[in-house]
């Protein structure tokens, strides 16, 4: 049989489905696809956590099939609503006939507005514990990481959390451990993952980990929605990482994010970089051209400076950078500074516009350059000292925090 289940524990399978092609998930470039994972529990009875998308239901089907006939589950536990995970809820129920649905209060609402025609669903409340097939399962509520309805399942007696889409990445594996994939690759994509679906939530992801901690979880497995699975000693390293990822601590790193249209935007870009590596601080040049959206995304994580650079054009700035930055925003960075520059024809709106936008996100503006057609010797200097002064002001932040 094709599609088989994958023990992770004793008694406790992944069944989930592997999306290879996938390249895009709402506006974030996935580059290795991703996984949707759903768990098996056996005990005296059956409980399934989450489903996957839609169209591979029958992939998770015959994953199921290879441990228990498909009407043996007797519960079906949904940490997170989003379809990605509750897609293929409806078509498991016209084979299984569950004794509940089990969801956070507002798990249960959403599932309800998504699905139609749900039986009844059994809300549980933050911090419940219930006995199903004779194992113990707590149920955590995680609202806002990263919708309301979000919560944790956890095992004490296996030491399994079921940790919805937190800890996860949109990485397509057929080895289902982080311990067998490419470390570095994993960390990567965890941060981009990060990034790009949780960095808003950065405060409650703080809270969370000490309220974990605080209830005594220490888990074994961290089995999460999307990606391979962290057992032994990468359990406490995702834990470093989303305590690291959280903070967005500011570093010496900056990025240069910016479009052109005859290259002296570019060249303004340039010399800002040299600026900045002059002083022996990084500079990152994220020309739009080629970099999406999701990139720069995850480059700010790692950056404490943001720099934006567009051409003029219809009297407003270039759309790529509208699009990142429109992105960013909801994002909602911390702990950045900024500064702005560009080049225009006859009017020269970008740079204010660019300035605005950073307002917006509260990343204070330390410098601007403006320049009417091609940068001359003069107004690349200029460039340059603006590329000094945020690498300065860099140096002095992180000297301070590291001064503390």
Known sequence: MTFKAVEIAKDVYWVGAIDWPLSDFHGYTTYRGSTYNAYLVVGDEVILVDTVK????????????????????????????????????????????????????????????????????????????????????????????????????????????????????????????????????????????????????????????????????????????????????????????????????????????????????????????????????????????????SDVATEILYSGAIIVGSPTINNTLFPSLADVLTYLFGLRPQNKIGAVFGSYGWSGEATKQLVEYLEKMKIPIIGEVKCQFVPDDEKLRECFELGVKVARELKNICGEKQNG
């Open 54 to 293: 839609k169209h591979l239901f029958k992939e998770m089907v015959k994953r199921i099939a290879s441990v228990i006939p498909l009407e043996k589950i007797d519960y079906v536990i949904s940490n997170h609503a989003e379809m990605d995970h509750s897609g293929a809820l409806v078509e498991l129920l016209k084979y299984a006939k569950p004794k509940a649905i089990i969801a956070s209060q507002m798990g249960a609402k959403n599932l309800k507005m998504q699905l139609h025609n749900l039986p009844e669903i059994t809300v549980v409340k933050d911090g419940e514990e219930k006995i199903l097939g004779g194992i113990k399962f707590k149920f955590i509520e995680t609202r806002m990481l990263h919708w309301p309805d979000s919560m944790f399942t956890w095992l004490p007696e296996r030491e399994i959390l079921f940790s919805q889409d937190a800890f996860g990445m949109h990485y397509a594996v057929s080895k289902i451990f982080v311990d067998e994939n490419d470390r570095h690759t994993v960390e990567w994509e965890m941060a981009y993952y990060y990034a790009n679906i949780l960095m808003p939530y950065s405060n409650l992801v703080l809270k969370l980990l000490e309220r974990v901690e605080a209830l005594g979880i220490k888990p074994k497995i961290i089995a999460s929605d999307h990606g391979p699975i962290f057992r032994g000693n990468d359990v406490t390293w995702a834990i470093q990482l989303y305590r690291k990822f959280a903070l967005q601590e500011p570093s010496k790193r900056a990025i240069i994010v910016y479009d052109t249209m005859w290259g002296s935007t570019e060249l303004m870009a340039k010399a800002i970089a040299d600026g900045i590596v002059s002083e022996k601080v990084e500079a990152v040049l994220l020309p739009l051209s080629k970099t999406k959206r």
